[in-house]
């Protein structure tokens, strides 16, 4: 059965759990099939998940911070995460190919040429994990994205990171073509400036355009349409947020009931005496 692991919330819980806001256990999984059937995994690859995806999130950042060799650290612990998990359940989904691909970015940005051997292996089983999950020349995942082209700069990225591999272990016209192709995503990844200020002119920040047109192809109402929903998506995000943390709340009020006084219990104060031992 061909399955898609739905990473319902992933984002928010990267950032909330790193807050320290709320607990891995809170947030939940969801494998479904093509039909949008839940399947159910073990609660094994539930956490191998969550912690792989969580150490290649601190990765991600590490090499914001232009800081390889600790990124390298973390994603290297990410890929022995997902590596606890079955097979099965993770093998249509995009998180590894991608981790495997900001490894040897970090090799590259090492300038360390020892890695070249491994970097290669690492770029086929890539390139193989994207096209299992994204399906040949993409198909799958423009489907699921409503035609979008989100995936072009990773792709770049995995080609650019083929050329060089190729050249150092001395398959030139390999890397030539690699290159080629990389070159020709670049070019389509440029954004337009006059399309850039009239989706701007609309009230979106430049970063956010920038995206939305190149997610778009640079069609100008679908970035739009694109932004809109983006934004609508983020406004739901913060309400049920703030209900969560409301439930949440309530169910400490509940636990610690009420004060001689038939008050609610202050759970700031009584979290500052707590802390205080």
Same mark, same amino acid.
């Given at each position: 059965?061909? $399955?898609?692991?739905?990473?319902?919330?992933?984002?928010?819980?990267?950032?909330?759990?790193?807050?320290?806001?709320?607990?891995? !256990?809170? *947030?939940?999984? /969801? +494998?479904?099939?093509?039909? %949008?059937?839940?399947?159910?995994?073990?609660?094994?690859?539930?956490?191998?998940?969550?912690?792989?995806?969580?150490?290649?999130? &601190?990765?991600?950042? *590490?090499?914001?911070?232009?800081?390889?060799?600790?990124?390298? !650290?973390?994603?290297?612990?990410?890929? =022995?995460? #997902?590596?606890? $998990?079955?097979?099965?359940?993770?093998?249509?989904? @995009?998180?590894?190919?991608?981790?495997?691909?900001?490894?040897?970015? $970090?090799?590259?940005?090492? /300038?360390?040429?020892?890695?070249?051997?491994?970097?290669?292996?690492? +770029?086929?089983?890539?390139?193989?994990?994207?096209?299992?999950?994204?399906?040949?020349?993409?198909?799958? *995942?423009?489907?699921?994205?409503?035609?979008?082209?989100? =995936?072009?700069?990773?792709?770049?990225?995995?080609? +650019?990171? !083929?050329?060089?591999?190729?050249?150092?272990?001395?398959?030139?016209?390999? &890397?030539?073509? *690699?290159?080629?192709?990389? /070159? !020709?995503? #670049?070019?389509?990844?440029?954004?337009?400036?006059?399309?850039?200020?009239?989706?701007?002119?609309?009230?979106?920040? =430049? %970063?956010?355009?920038?995206?939305?047109?190149?997610? &778009?192809?640079? @069609?100008?109402?679908?970035?739009?349409?694109?932004?809109?929903?983006?934004?609508?998506?983020?406004?739901?995000?913060?309400?049920?947020?703030?209900?969560?943390?409301?439930?949440?709340?309530?169910?400490?009020?509940?636990?610690?009931?009420?004060?001689?006084?038939?008050?609610?219990?202050? +759970?700031?104060?009584?979290?500052?005496?707590?802390?205080?031992?």
């Amino acid at each position: 059965m061909n $399955c898609w692991l739905m990473m319902k919330g992933t984002v928010d819980l990267l950032v909330r759990h790193a807050d320290g806001a709320l607990p891995i !256990e809170e *947030f939940d999984i /969801q +494998l479904e099939d093509q039909s %949008g059937n839940k399947v159910h995994f073990s609660e094994t690859d539930r956490l191998s998940i969550m912690t792989g995806l969580m150490l290649h999130t &601190s990765g991600k950042r *590490f090499i914001r911070k232009q800081m390889f060799t600790e990124a390298l !650290e973390a994603l290297t612990m990410g890929e =022995e995460a #997902f590596s606890l $998990c079955n097979p099965k359940s993770i093998e249509l989904v @995009d998180n590894i190919p991608i981790l495997q691909i900001d490894m040897v970015w $970090c090799y590259f940005m090492l /300038q360390d040429i020892a890695w070249i051997a491994v970097a290669g292996l690492r +770029l086929k089983n890539a390139r193989e994990g994207l096209e299992r999950a994204h399906g040949k020349d993409s198909s799958r *995942f423009r489907l699921l994205q409503a035609g979008r082209t989100s =995936e072009l700069a990773l792709y770049l990225r995995l080609e +650019l990171l !083929e050329g060089v591999v190729a050249y150092h272990s001395g398959q030139f016209d390999k &890397s030539r073509k *690699f290159l080629a192709s990389a /070159q !020709e995503k #670049f070019f389509q990844l440029q954004v337009p400036d006059e399309a850039l200020s009239l989706v701007m002119s609309m009230g979106f920040g =430049e %970063g956010d355009a920038k995206r939305a047109l190149r997610m &778009s192809n640079q @069609d100008i109402q679908s970035a739009v349409n694109f932004l809109v929903v983006e934004r609508e998506k983020r406004e739901q995000k913060r309400e049920d947020d703030i209900r969560r943390r409301n439930e949440i709340m309530q169910v400490e009020q509940k636990r610690y009931g009420v004060t001689p006084l038939k008050k609610a219990v202050d +759970l700031q104060r009584l979290t500052e005496v707590v802390s205080i031992g």
